[in-house]
């Protein structure tokens, strides 16, 4: 049935409640600006997460007066699968930001390589350094492995392609 009357000759339907706005389905209004903020924003945020942990608590962890070695790799497996796991919630947030409003191509192929070099990341770099971990907390003896190397370079080519990614939905956006 129909509602009350909110100005005199306007009727709304039931229900309807003032404030809602018909151009807030996707592709318009306000959706429209919580996707680009999305799609400008997360690519930021996530880059500023890799370079607070990747780059600055890192290598400060280790400097840490007490810190030892073992405690130091414990802390930084744990730390780094937290990492993880929000990297992959931001690259979800922003595959859907994409998915709702296609930016330019070559936002979504910056967003491909991202996925690649997180895949990469999780599932062949990090996972033997969290099975070489295990074993120097459990007392072996190892030599130093170029594993952490790989994942630095990762690292970089990851904050390096995380900006451009924002500056390209930027102009996309501007567009």
């Not at 318009?28 to 680009?36: K, N, R, Y």
């Amino acid at each position: 049935m129909w509602g009350t009357t909110t100005r005199p000759g306007f009727r709304r339907p039931h229900g309807q409640c003032d404030g809602v706005r018909q151009n807030d389905a996707p592709g318009t209004g306000a959706t429209m600006f919580v996707i680009t903020v999305l799609q400008v924003g997360v690519p930021f945020l996530w880059c500023g997460a890799v370079l607070a942990i990747s780059f600055l608590e890192t290598p400060l962890k280790f400097r840490a007066p007490g810190m030892t070695l073992h405690l130091g790799l414990g802390v930084g497996a744990l730390v780094f699968r937290a990492l993880n796991i929000v990297e992959f919630v931001l690259a979800a947030v922003l595959t859907a930001a994409v998915g709702m409003a296609p930016p330019a191509t070559p936002v979504i192929g910056a967003l491909g390589v991202l996925w690649l070099l997180l895949v990469t990341q999780v599932v062949l770099v990090r996972r033997r350094l969290d099975r070489r971990t295990a074993e120097l907390l459990a007392g072996a003896e190892l030599p130093r492995s170029p594993l952490h190397l790989v994942y630095i370079a990762l690292e970089i080519v990851k904050i390096l392609l995380l900006p451009v990614l924002g500056i390209l939905a930027l102009a996309g956006a501007a567009s």
